[in-house]
């Protein structure tokens, strides 16, 4: 046997090798829809790196071809899967942008929110600016498709976000109730009011608001506020300090009046 025979075996030997490692791979002549099936079978295994190369490859091979809309949904939701929210929101929005009319582009949109508020942090004291962006694509969402069966989970998404801005706040305005800066307090605890009025903690900041105008000695304000508590929440379970704080101010106010006749 030659050696230039041997050189040749060898050569074809290690080539096949190196084929088999790789594993099987999608032909480059493999039609848009053989390649996605593909691809859907990875994301369904939750493979989902494998995923996004297969449907990446599909978008930018098959640009016109009528499912590439359907490879860029579950691109994105291949990043969603794999919890990359930061990527799966800007691959949602993408689809949002270039293919409009996709039967994906609502739940896209829907998505593209959930994605900002997953990625935000737990805790309730850090930045919250996704938070914030995640409620208003959430918003925007429910106002521009009033009759999809996912306004009712953008709702509770946005109340659930709501809440947590609104407890920073309002946790804001207890520090400083609990140094003595009782007017600081009276500004966060309002704007809780103002701004997060369907939140549980709208409650809460009503009463410290009242408590505050209280500690201020600014009685008609703090009878007028803790009355209003009790008729907006009057099952709340903070009524019987409140009707106490009344009793307080309404014998404060007597007691003024009196010394004013005499």
Known sequence: MSPKFIIA?????????????????????ATAEEQFTQAKKEYDKEHYLKAVEGFQRIIFNFPGATIVDTAQYFLAMSYLGNKEYELAAV?????????????????????????????????????QEDLKKAIQVLEDFILENPDSPLVKDARANILEGMTKLARKEYENGLLYFKMYDYRAAKIYFQYVIDNYTNTSYAALALFK????????????????????????????????????YIDKITHQLETVDATDES
């Open 209 to 244: 608001l009242s408590e505050s105008a209280f500690k201020l000695s600014e009685y008609s304000e703090a009878l007028e506020k803790f009355s209003q508590f009790k008729t907006l929440y009057p099952e709340h379970v903070l009524i019987p300090q409140a009707n106490e």
């Open 91 to 127: 691959e949602f929005k993408r689809l949002i942008a270039n293919y409009p009319r996709s039967e994906y582009s609502d739940r896209a949109q829907y998505l593209a929110g959930v994605c900002y508020y997953k990625n935000t942090p737990s805790n309730y004291a850090l930045d």
């Open 9 to 29: 075996a060898g050569i074809l030997l290690i080539a096949s090798i190196l084929a088999g490692c790789g594993g099987p791979r999608m032909s480059s002549y």
